[in-house]
Nanobody
Framework: QVQLVESGGGLVQPGGSLRLSCAAS????????MNWFRQAPGKGPEWVSC????????SYADSVKGRFTISRDNAKNTLYLQMNSLKPEDTARYYC???????????????WGQGTQVTVSS
């Protein structure tokens, strides 16, 4: 069965960095666009980033552009999100999700993981 398992979250000070990972199994990872989205307490989900199935292109929300980098290792069936210069407003639960095309809306994802919590606070 399809599984997406996020890891790497934690508590970090403003200006710090974290690297999130998403381990995928149960499907042909290299056939899917992969995405990160986040949800802060009391807010709706927010798309963060998307990467092409072979990693040939990426896209970012304006709120994270220049600070976050999405990447993937298809040999390891793993998706990554390098987050630098973190801000308190980046505090949220971060999820990875798969899609068959470039997608920024939650209803276009058919599977996502349980998420990993990122808290940015001094």
């Amino acid at each position: 069965q399809v599984q997406l398992v996020e890891s790497g979250g934690g508590l970090v000070q403003p200006g710090g960095s974290l690297r999130l990972s998403c381990a995928a199994s149960g499907f042909t990872f290299s056939s899917y666009y992969m995405n990160w989205f986040r949800q802060a307490p009391g807010k709706g989900p927010e798309w963060v980033s998307c990467i092409h199935p072979i990693g040939s292109s990426t896209s970012y929300a304006d709120s994270v552009k220049g600070r976050f980098t999405i990447s993937r290792d298809n040999a390891k069936n793993t998706l990554y999100l390098q987050m630098n210069s973190l801000k308190p407003e980046d505090t949220a639960r971060y999820y990875c999700a798969r899609s068959l095309r470039f997608a920024t809306e939650l209803n276009e994802y058919d599977y996502w993981g349980q998420g990993t919590q990122v808290t940015v606070s001094s």
